[in-house]
Nanobody
């Protein structure tokens, strides 16, 4: 069973920075794309950034130039460096990872979420 363990959320002033981490544990399967999503109160969960095993990245327009996603494939860990945080960035940030094996194919996995709060 794949488990995603997130850390790094918290309270930060507008303009500040936070770094989120997500480690995949208990996985005997191959981990493919990884990413971060966020959900603000009353809104749908949205993609923030994603990264392939080869390092190809994709960002939401609202975070381009401010957030950077990276990963350590050897550790099955993905990071999200968030700089210049704004009032529209708060929410529950979820880690996502796709696993693959020859029996189940691709499976989607989610972390429990880590809260990001930005004060003005």
């Amino acid at each position: 069973q794949v488990q995603l363990v997130e850390s790094g959320g918290g309270l930060v002033q507008a303009g500040g920075s936070l770094r989120l981490s997500c480690a995949v544990s208990r996985s005997i399967f191959r981990i493919d794309d990884m990413g971060w999503y966020r959900q603000a109160p009353g809104k749908q969960r949205e993609l923030v950034a994603s990264i392939s095993t080869g390092g190809n990245t994709n960002y939401a327009d609202s975070v381009k130039g401010r957030f950077t996603i990276s990963r350590d494939n050897a550790k099955n860990t993905v990071y999200l460096q968030m700089n210049s945080l704004k009032a529209e960035d708060p929410g529950l940030y979820y880690c996502n990872a796709d696993s693959w094996d020859s029996i189940r194919g691709t499976k989607d996995h989610w972390g429990q979420g880590t809260q990001v709060t930005v004060s003005s």
